[in-house]
């Protein structure tokens, strides 16, 4: 079976004025060239939304986006990130890393989600006894400086080029940290320092099921 890790972003809650964040800000800054800022990038006073160098960033009124579009190195939207806070102000209320993978099990899904998840003991086979039944499952733990949640369930994707609709299990991990006082900041940097373990842990997990 194929996996892939097809969402890699960073989310940042809290309070932000969008009109701050102006294509001068990024310049400014050094965080892009004027040459790699795309066209299609929005800056109004409502939202900003800047393409650029393979990432998609999206800043609204209470939150920041940062969406890797195009491979790279592992740590390269961390460190993209880390120059985003360290150059801004705002009010951060949480964070968090979100890395989807994306295993391709065909006609063979609901045999392998049921291989791996079902729970012959659970007292929810009672009504979940059918042929038709998807099993998943939802894990949470304390990992690093961040709590890791990972929600695995079947789906249906369609692949951009080809438009095939294909049969997949999602693996959804989310390492999320909340943020408190004045030194949020610290707290953002420490798990942006631990994203390569993030990413690790996620491979590990999900080369289990390879």
């Not at 996996?3 to 809290?14: A, E, F, P, R």
């Not at 960033?57 to 961390?78: C, F, G, H, R, Y």
């Not at 990972?150 to 692949?159: H, Q, R, S, Y």
Request: charged share 25%.
């Amino acid at each position: 079976m194929e996996t892939s890790l097809t969402v890699k972003n960073i989310v940042l809650l809290g309070e932000f004025q969008p009109s701050k964040f102006d294509k001068y800000y990024f310049l400014k800054n050094n965080i892009f060239e004027e040459y790699e800022i795309s066209e299609e990038s929005l800056f109004t006073s409502d939202f900003t939304i800047v393409i650029a160098r393979g990432f998609n960033l999206t800043i609204v009124a209470n939150q920041l986006v940062l969406n890797e579009i195009e491979p790279k190195t592992d740590d390269a939207i961390s460190e993209l990130m880390s120059k985003i806070v360290s150059t801004c102000a705002f009010i951060g209320t949480g964070f968090g890393i979100n890395l989807h993978w994306y295993l391709f099990s065909g006609d063979k899904t609901s045999e392998v989600a049921k291989k791996y998840f079902y729970n012959e003991k659970s007292v929810l086979n009672t009504f979940f006894n059918e042929e038709n039944v998807s099993y998943g499952s939802y894990i949470s733990k304390d990992f690093g400086n961040s709590r890791l949640k990972l929600d695995i369930k079947p789906a249906t994707v369609v692949t951009i080029d080809s438009e095939i609709e294909q049969r997949i299990i999602s693996f959804g991990f989310n390492f999320h940290t909340d943020l408190k006082g004045d030194d949020f900041k610290a707290d953002i940097f420490k798990s942006l320092s631990e994203f390569k373990d993030y990413i690790n842990e996620t491979i590990k997990i999900i080369s289990l099921y390879e």
